[in-house]
């Protein structure tokens, strides 16, 4: 089982397969490595594709110190991987956590990236819900720490921007929720602690968005709620981002819908591969209506 090691000793498992332009993914907080099975198939027949479980998600460590944890430690530990492999630049694609990690490696690490899909974020990022957000991390964790995981996996699966997910597939639904269980929940209360809580908003974030030159995809179900404002903050933001929106989806939407998740990220990637991602005419931004003043 191959492991990296990052810069503070922690060892993340990682798996790897196909051949090519690197691609890696970063999975979101109910999620682990196997949560990308379909796009690691799909990506790996023209990619080399790759997945890793993130610090506190085994087989990977599961540091004992919530201060070990942070939104820079999330995104820097994408580059340790990477390192690792010896890989100069990446695609990097990411989901709701893992699509925070994966715009924060564009701010820290711009010369790493060949692009970026940031899936599925936007959660408590929106001023009038941060104090909502991190009261509810903090019920996250005291329930971890007194039922278990599988207790919390029971309930946890069945949020409001997941419910679709059960209604359109329910066998695969069951196996995202099977899987939750089985992740530590020292781990999963840690990375609220030190990962979600103290994440900064993206509304603070606008001077780094702004400065961002990276091919950018933003992408989100037209049903995470929690996601759509946000995206579009940094669809406005960022020069060099697109904004899609997918039907009908709720969060997991790598899971939820993967062929169109995959037709979308797979078109992106490979407008950026042939050099043809413009970065956006400032024209576009007027504050005239129609250009007729």
């Known amino acids: 089982m191959p492991f990296a090691t990052t810069d503070d000793g922690v060892q993340l498992h990682y798996e790897e397969t196909g051949h090519g332009t690197p691609l890696i993914f970063v999975h979101e907080f109910a999620g682990d490595h196997r949560s990308w099975e379909l ?5 790996g027949r023209k990619y080399r594709a ?8 085994p087989p990977s ?3 004992e110190d919530p ?5 820079a430690r999330a995104a820097d530990d994408i580059l340790a991987v990477l390192d690792h492999l010896g890989i100069e630049k990446a695609h990097v694609c990411g989901l709701s956590m893992g699509g925070f990690a994966t715009l924060h490696f564009g701010f820290r690490h711009p010369s790493r990236a060949l692009s970026l ?6 959660y408590g990022a929106e ?3 941060r104090d909502t957000f991190r009261a509810e991390a903090d ?5 971890l720490h007194s039922e278990g995981m599988p207790p919390f996996a029971a309930r946890y699966a069945h949020g409001p921007t997941r419910v679709q997910f059960e209604a359109k597939d329910p066998r695969g639904f069951a196996l995202f929720k099977a899987q939750l269980a089985e992740h530590s929940a020292l781990g999963a209360a840690n990375t609220q602690l030190g990962v979600q809580k103290e994440r900064p908003s993206l509304y603070h974030l606008t001077a780094e968005m702004a400065a961002l030159s990276v091919p950018t995809l933003i992408l989100t179900g037209d049903e995470d709620w929690p996601c759509l404002a946000p995206g579009l903050l940094m669809k406005r933001t960022i020069a060099s981002a697109a904004l899609a929106v997918m039907p009908n989806c709720g969060h997991t939407i790598n899971l939820e819908a993967p062929d169109l998740f995959n037709q979308i990220v797979g078109d992106f990637m490979s407008l950026v591969d042939a050099g043809r991602w413009p970065m956006r005419d400032p024209r576009a931004m007027s504050a005239s209506i ?4």
């Open 39 to 43: 796009q690691m198939g799909h990506f």
């Open 50 to 57: 790759i997945t890793y479980a993130a610090r506190g998600y």
């Open 139 to 143: 019920a996250i964790v005291a329930a």
């Open 117 to 122: 899909c940031v899936a599925g974020c936007g």
């Open 61 to 63: 460590d599961v540091p």
């Open 67 to 71: 201060a070990r944890y942070s939104q």
């Open 127 to 129: 001023p009038d819900r």
């Open 290 to 293: 129609t250009g007729i003043k």
